[in-house]
């Protein structure tokens, strides 16, 4: 092999570096994503110019068929760090985990021909891939991990999307407090929604998914950082944008700065 080659960098090490400076602004400290909720705030301005460019390197550079990379079963060291919300407190929520989610309904609407609410069972009786792969976090850890979920893209085939669609919109059960600012909600588009690795996850480590991960459903959408995979959710709409939804800029965690696409 030459040098020359074997010197190039990888697809995704490009991807990473292109990454890494929003990345590190998230990282440097919370004070300074205080004040990002402001449309106006130089930074957020910033970091929304770095979204679009790693959008679309991410889109130029890399198939839409690649495959984040999946470990075998020896690579489970630990088991899964739980991130973000670990234990919501809405009553609804409550009333369902101390079933044992036995009464849960997952309700997919929006711009498709054929709206279904599905429960647990028939979900569980769809076709689900299981996957090995690693979950990073924006805040610099990482933890691998098996899941297993039905796959997205059959969730696609049966309600089909208009062509309005342009987006998923995924709703969660927690609200981190009350109003449009707190709601916790997230979205990715169409083209990871029918990615082979984009699951509706509801085992882990081989055994119903806990609590504190997630459960009774939660995204793994494996190309992207872990706050990307929404945890909890109660509902998906395919909708033509998101604009209206939360402040404005596809997540929770975007309407406070980070990015939206966080393709890794």
């Known amino acids: 092999m030459s040098t020359a080659k074997r010197n190039r960098p990888s697809r995704r090490y490009i991807l990473q570096g292109l990454a890494a400076g929003t990345s590190s602004l998230a990282l440097g400290g919370c004070n300074i994503l205080d004040d990002l909720t402001n449309e106006e705030h130089w930074l957020r301005n910033f970091m929304e110019r770095a979204n679009d460019l790693t959008y679309g390197a991410q889109r130029l550079l890399l198939s839409r068929t690649a495959l984040a990379k999946e470990f075998p079963p020896e690579a489970i060291m630990q ?11 809405e009553e609804i929520y409550r ?29 569980r009786r769809l076709p689900s891939r299981t996957q090995i792969t690693r979950h990073d976090c924006v805040e610099g850890w990482s933890s691998i991990a098996q899941w297993t979920g039905v796959r997205f893209s059959e969730i696609v085939k049966q309600v089909r999307p ?4 342009k987006y998923v919109l995924f709703t969660c059960f927690d609200e981190r407090g009350r109003g449009a600012r707190n709601a916790y909600y997230e ?4 083209v990871d929604a029918m990615h082979e690795q984009t699951i509706l996850a509801y085992g882990m480590n081989g055994r119903d998914l806990p609590i504190a991960n997630g459960a009774p459903l939660r995204l793994r959408v494996e190309r992207q950082l872990g706050y990307k995979m929404a945890k909890y959710i109660r509902s998906i709409t395919f909708v033509d944008s998101f604009a209206d939804v939360g402040l404005g800029h ?10 939206w696409y966080a393709g890794i």
């Not at 369902?96 to 647990?120: Q, T």
Request: net charge negative; no cysteine.
């Open 79 to 89: 088991p899964q760090r739980a991130n973000g919300v670990i234990n919501p407190p």
């Open 95 to 123: 009333t369902l985990a101390n079933g044992g989610f036995a009464n849960y309904r997952l309700k997919v609407g929006g711009h498709v021909e054929n709206s279904i609410d599905y429960d647990l069972e028939t979900l």
């Open 162 to 165: 208009t062509e309005k669609a």
């Open 187 to 190: 979205t990715i588009d169409l």
């Open 250 to 259: 596809g997540g929770y965690w975007e309407d406070r700065g980070y990015d």
